[in-house]
Every structure is written in structure tokens, then in C-alpha cells.
């Protein structure tokens, strides 16, 4: 089983910064993609970022330019760089990895974006 712990959660003003990193441990040696996804009160999860062993990124529009995802798949680990952030991006971020027994989450850190 794959464990994921997240850190670096918190509260922010408006137009700062933050950074969030998550750690997968256990039978981590055959994960192929990792990401970010968030939930909003009263909202769906969405896709964050994601990023795979081969590189390949993506974004959801409404983060392009403004967040950032960097994965170490030799330390199992994802990181997003949060810049510019908004009130809209307060959530719970969630650690997603995927590897060859399925989808793996984790607990969850909060976001929250406010003056």
C-alpha cells in the first residue's frame, strides 16, 4: 500500500505565496504519476496539476502561469509552488499517485486564501 502525507498548508493573503509538498511512502517503487487535485466547500475535486515519471505536466486553466508542480519519482515526491494566489484558490489540497494497483490519496491540507 501506498501512503501519501502532505505539508506546508496554511493561511496566506491574497497575491502571496505558498508551497505544499507531499511524501509517498510504503510500496511507492512502481508510482508513474502524481499530483495535486483541491476541493472547495460545496464543491467538487478537480484537478490541480499532475505531472508523470515521463514528465509530461498539466494544469487546470484557471492555475496555468500561476502554480507550479515539480515531481521527484526517485524520492516519491510532488511539490506545488502557489504564486499569485487568490481567495478562490482556498481548498483542501490532496496528494493524488497513481501506480499499477490504482489511485492513491492522502489526507488532505488546507489552503486558504485571505486578508
Known amino acids: 500500500q501506498v501512503q501519501l502525507v502532505e505539508s506546508g498548508g496554511g493561511l496566506v493573503q491574497p497575491g502571496g505565496s505558498l508551497r505544499i509538498s507531499c511524501e509517498a511512502s510504503?510500496?511507492?517503487?512502481?508510482?508513474?504519476?502524481m499530483g495535486w487535485y483541491r476541493q472547495a466547500p460545496g464543491k467538487e475535486r478537480e484537478l490541480v496539476a499532475r505531472?508523470?515519471?515521463?514528465?509530461?505536466?498539466n494544469y487546470e486553466d484557471s492555475v496555468q502561469g500561476r502554480f507550479t508542480i515539480s515531481g521527484d519519482f526517485v524520492k516519491h515526491t510532488v511539490y506545488l509552488q502557489m504564486n499569485s494566489l487568490k481567495p478562490e484558490d482556498t481548498a483542501v489540497y490532496y496528494c493524488?499517485?497513481?501506480?499499477?494497483?490504482?489511485?492513491?490519496w492522502g489526507q488532505g491540507t488546507q489552503v486558504t486564501v485571505s486578508s
Open positions: 505531472v508523470s515519471s515521463s514528465g509530461s505536466v
Open positions: 510504503g510500496r511507492r517503487f512502481s508510482i508513474y504519476d
Open positions: 493524488h499517485a497513481q501506480d499499477a494497483s490504482g489511485h492513491h
